[in-house]
């Protein structure tokens, strides 16, 4: 099946610093990736939704300004969480649709961020 | 937009039980409903997915169910294993790809040997 991988698996990284979280598809082209985030014991919650070659479009409640992605090609989309903060701590998970053949997303692994 | 219930939370069967999960949905255009499991540390995986023009579904010992009329789906699993033991999330789309997904919040499974 198709692979969608995520790096890096984990990062510590100090108040207001910035992280870049990079999520591939290895073996398919994706149109459009989605941008997760999941705390402890929830459920995943949508952040943005990333189209190639154009804006992403963010959910409700997600600053844009500190949530920073890049979509700049077919296989590469990137998160970069910027002057973070502890609450920011939490599970990154990016999910990648297969360009023109309308079958499920792919999941990658996920990255988990600790702000200290 | 759309809204994805799931039930139980939790699940506790016994090794050889059956487990069902149950999820409704809000959203009347939804016609796409897979169903992931994940554990620990790791990313969601794909294990039985349903679209609107079918009533259920089938794989080995994983089935789902839908009623459209009354927008809930059901997951099955027969026969569980100890390795059956995970978080399970119900989602909800207007379609397969390209379209976001709604999540229900999860059920923790848990297999007792």
């Known amino acids: 099946g198709a692979v969608v991988s995520q790096h890096p698996s984990r990062v510590i990284c100090k108040s207001g610093t910035s992280v870049k979280i990079e999520c591939r598809s290895l073996?398919?082209?994706?149109?459009?990736m989605f941008w997760y985030r999941q705390f402890p014991k929830q459920s995943l919650m949508l952040m943005a939704t990333s189209n190639e070659g154009s804006k992403a479009t963010y959910e409700q409640g997600v600053e844009k300004d500190k949530f920073l992605i890049n979509h700049a090609s077919l296989t590469l989309s990137t998160l970069t969480v910027t002057s973070a903060h502890p609450e920011d701590s939490s599970f990154y998970i990016c999910s990648a649709d297969q360009r023109g053949l309308g079958t499920e997303a792919f999941f990658g692994q996920g990255t988990r961020l600790t702000v200290v | 937009g759309e809204n994805v219930e799931q039930h139980p939370s939790t699940l506790s069967v016994q090794e050889g039980d059956s487990a069902v999960i149950k999820c409704t949905y809000s959203?009347?255009?939804?016609?796409?409903f897979p169903w992931y499991k994940q554990e620990l540390g790791k990313g969601p995986q794909l294990i039985i997915d349903?679209?609107?023009?079918?009533g259920e579904k089938k794989d080995q010992r994983i089935a789902v169910t839908l009623n459209k009329t009354a927008k809930h789906f059901s997951l099955h699993i027969t026969e569980t294993q100890p390795e059956d033991s995970a978080v399970y999330f119900c989602?909800?789309?207007?379609?397969?790809?390209?379209?976001?997904?709604?999540f229900g919040g999860g059920t923790r499974v848990l297999v007792k040997p």
């Open positions: 959203d009347s255009a939804s016609n796409y």
């Open positions: 349903i679209r609107s023009n079918v």
């Open positions: 073996d398919f082209q994706a149109t459009t």
């Open positions: 989602a909800a789309s207007r379609q397969a790809a390209g379209n976001k997904l709604t």
